[in-house]
Each structure stands twice: as C-alpha cells, then as structure tokens.
C-alpha cells in the first residue's frame, strides 16, 4: 500500500515537472544570463520576465498582441523608477497605479488578469537605481523580452494549434433540431405537464407544492411558444447603457463592483507597504511589500489560505536553510541550491506549503551572498508576520469581497444578461433551426426568476488546495 502511494505521488510530480519544464529552462537561461551581462543586481528581471512568459507561452498571440505586453512591461518598469524619486511620487504612483491595473485588467472571471503588469511595477520599486543603473535595467529587461518574444514563437511553432467551436456549434444545431420543438411533440407535453399538475394538485404538503412550482415554468414555457410574438423576439435590441465603454466603465466603479473593492485594497496595500519602507528605512524592507502583494488577493478565502501557508512554509524554509548554511560550499553552492529550488518551485503548486519552502530556500541562499545569515532569516520571519498582518486588517475591514458572495453576484448577472436579451441578437437564425434556438433564449428567460429564487446561503468554497471550487454544506 505504501509502495502504491509513494509510486503515485511519483508520477503526480514528475507529471508537474514536465508541465513546467518550459518555465523552467526559461528561468534558468535568464538566471544565468542576465547576471553575467548586466550584473546580480537587475535579476529581479528574471522573475519578471518569467511571469510574463508562464502565462502567454500556451496561447496563441500574434505579435502585435506579444509586442504591446513588452510595452507595457516597460512602461510599468518606467513609472516604477520614477516612483523612487521621492516620497511623494511613491504615495501618489502606489495609489494611481495598482488601482488602475487592478480595475481595468481584472474582472469577476479573469481575477489574476492584474497580475503580471503590477507585479512588474512593484518589484522594479523594491530595489532603487539611479539614471545609469535605470538604463541597465531596461537594456536587461529588452534583453529578456527578446527571449521571451523568440521561445514564445519556437513553442507555437513547435505545438501548433488553432481554436475551433466546431463541436460547440454542432451540439446547438442539434439541439435546436430536436422534435422537441415541433408543435405535435410540444402539446403532447402540455397535456401530459396538465395531468401531472393535477395529480400535484390534491395535496398540499411539501412534495405536491414542489412538484407544482417545478411544473409551472416549463408549462408557460410550452404556452408561450405558440405564441405569435416569439419570432420577433430579440429581432433587435438597443445596447444597455451600462454595457457602453463610457458607461461601462461609470457602472463599474461603484463601491459593492468586484473590481472597485479589490483595485482599493491592493492600493491600500501597497502605499502603506511603500510607506514604511521610505519611513523607517529599515535593512530589507523591501520584503514587506513584496510579500503583501504575493498574499493580497481578489477574494478573502484565497488571501487567507495563503497567509497561513506563507507563515508555515516561511518558518519551515527558514528551518531547512539554517541547517544547510554550515554546508553550503560558498558561493557555487549558493546558486546550486537556488538553481534546485527554481526547478522545485515551479514544480509545486502556488500558494501551497511546500511552494513556500521552495521560495524561502531561494530567497535566503541569494540574499545571504550580502548579509549574515542569522539576520537574513530573522528579518524574513519579522517582515512576513508583518505582511500578513497588514493583509489581514485589509481584508477584513478595508472593501472585503468573499467567494460566497461573489458567486451569488454573479449568477445573479448571468441570468440577468440572458433575461434582458444580450443573447438574443447571436441566436437569431432563418429557418426552422432558427426557432430552435429562439426557443433556447426563451427557455432560460422564463426559468430565469425560479433561478432566483433558489438559496445559495449554503454555498462556500472548499478549504483551499490550489485549486478553487464550491460545494454545498
């Protein structure tokens, strides 16, 4: 039985490991390169760079699209150095920016779109350069991009592949051509949904008026097809204010939307991080906002998780490295173990445990190069208990915003889109599988109220593993 679990977790791992085997060798040909060609300050880059390349490697982007993400790369690593000119620009560029990114980049359904571009503009802040090193570091970032631009192109080359919806579109044509929507088939139902509504009819107790509330949409349902309006229904439909870019944007920003809430935490966040560096002028700082911004994230539940798992796996790093410090042989056996903790790190999951080891053990085997290793560790531990407590209060009394919530939110909206017709004009087809699908729109319009009807107070998210989900409780 042991032997079967260690083998299975084996091939869970190397599975994983081969998954990011691409990210891997990128971050590794950086991480050698960029160090030797512009020097080991700007490998901040590497990890930049990567990001950007983890998340477009598998997509099919033209290079315009690849060219415009460079340019913003660049544009952020700008504003990022100019917000290191004074205290000033730092409190009003940390307000500005993260809100912006945050609230133009990030939806309800693509939370992380921020991500890459905020992580670019808060970790090019950590460590301040003057005009010269500012031109290094933008020669160390073009070079970077080039590689990302080149691996990303071999890789799409390599693995081609080209979106269809074929299979998608078969399966509504042959829904939208099933005798269901014939008028014979339909009165058949009718009068079998009356002789059943009938029976539900002589008792009153909780199973009869369930089964009757159950039948009575998909009776209507059955009524209103033959109705003679049907066909011109969502003939044409005027564009809701809300969905205009002017209004969308307005429509947004309103203090329960999902990206208002979440754009002023992240702010928040990161001025108070910022604050403190420039303040105390504290050894390491630094450390303080780059950690609050890895913990900070769209929903409280995920934020939570990974301030504990950050906290354990922190301590446990710091553990590990104190026992490997007496044996590491110098400075090569300081990159050896951080080359190792790459390849682990991008093998595990984000915001796991064991991810969080893989990141300590790095961390601490480059920053220690520069400082006693005693202080390195102590000032790791100090600076992560101080971020999660910042996220803590954030999130809790600052604009907070739960997966529970959320969900509602947005179910609600779904079938609100679907009600008010914004599906209609797509659906609109000649002929009789042009009923079929009008007949589709008007099913989940009518069922739409019954829909809101339902209790969703019981839906949580499951303890968090990587990997979000919802269950019933």
């Given at each position: ?21 691409p ?18 300050q700007?490998i ?91 031109f ?102 005027p564009?809701?204010r ?45 450390w ?58 991008y ?11 893989r ?7 480059m ?90 107070r ?16």
């Amino acid at each position: 039985m042991m032997r079967e679990r260690l083998e299975s977790q084996a091939r869970i791992v190397w599975k994983s490991f081969l998954g990011a085997l691409p990210v891997i060798c990128f971050y590794l040909f950086l991480f050698c390169t960029v160090p030797a060609l512009f020097g080991t300050q700007y490998i901040m880059v590497v990890s930049l760079v990567t990001v950007l390349f983890q998340t477009n490697y598998r997509k099919r982007k033209s290079w315009a699209s690849l060219v415009r993400a460079a340019a913003a790369q660049l544009g952020l690593g700008l504003l990022a150095w100019i917000a290191t000119w004074s205290f000033p620009l730092s409190v009003g560029l940390n307000l500005i920016v993260p809100f912006a990114l945050v609230f133009l980049k990030a939806t309800r359904f693509n939370k992380m779109g921020y991500f890459s571009g905020l992580m670019t503009f808060t970790f090019l802040q950590l460590l301040p350069v003057d005009l010269a090193g500012f031109f290094v570091q933008t020669g160390a970032m073009l070079y970077s991009l080039a590689c990302f631009f080149l691996l990303v192109k071999l890789y799409q080359r390599r693995y081609p592949q080209e979106k269809s919806y074929r299979r998608e579109q078969e399966g509504l044509a042959i829904l939208a051509d099933t005798p269901f929507w014939e008028k014979a088939a339909r009165t058949a139902l009718e009068e079998r949904g009356d002789e059943l509504l009938g029976e539900a009819g002589e008792g009153e107790d909780e199973l009869h008026i369930s089964v009757r509330n159950f039948l009575h949409p998909f009776l209507i349902l059955l009524r209103k097809f033959d109705e003679g309006e049907r066909d011109e229904a969502g003939a044409s439909w005027p564009m809701p204010r809300h969905q205009r870019p002017l209004g969308k944007l307005l429509y947004q920003m309103r203090p329960d939307g999902f990206e208002t809430r979440f754009a002023l935490r992240m702010s928040a966040v990161l001025t108070i991080s910022f604050l403190f560096v420039h303040i105390s002028g504290a050894d390491h700082a630094y450390w303080l906002p780059l950690n609050a911004f890895l913990l900070l994230r769209p929903m409280y539940e995920d934020s939570r998780y990974r301030m504990l798992t950050r906290f354990l796996g922190t301590a446990g790093g710091c553990i590990i490295m104190s026992l490997l410090f007496p044996v590491l042989p110098g400075m090569q056996g300081h990159f050896g173990l951080a080359a190792l903790m790459v390849i682990c790190m991008y093998t595990a999951t984000p915001g796991t445990c064991v991810h969080a080891v893989r990141v300590t053990c790095f961390a601490l085997s480059m920053v220690t190069l520069a400082m006693g290793e005693e202080t390195a560790i102590e000032l790791r531990m100090v600076y992560v208990m101080g971020a999660v407590f910042l996220v803590l209060v954030i999130n809790r009394f600052f604009f907070p915003t739960s997966m529970g919530q959320q969900f509602r939110y947005n179910l609600t909206v779904v079938f609100h889109i679907v009600q008010m017709g914004i599906v209609a004009h797509p659906l609109r087809k000649t002929g009789p599988a042009g009923k079929g699908f009008v007949y589709i729109r008007e099913t989940v319009r009518v069922l739409f109220p019954v829909f809101l009807q339902c209790d969703f107070r019981h839906v949580c998210l499951c303890p968090y593993d990587g990997r979000a989900g919802f269950t019933g409780q």
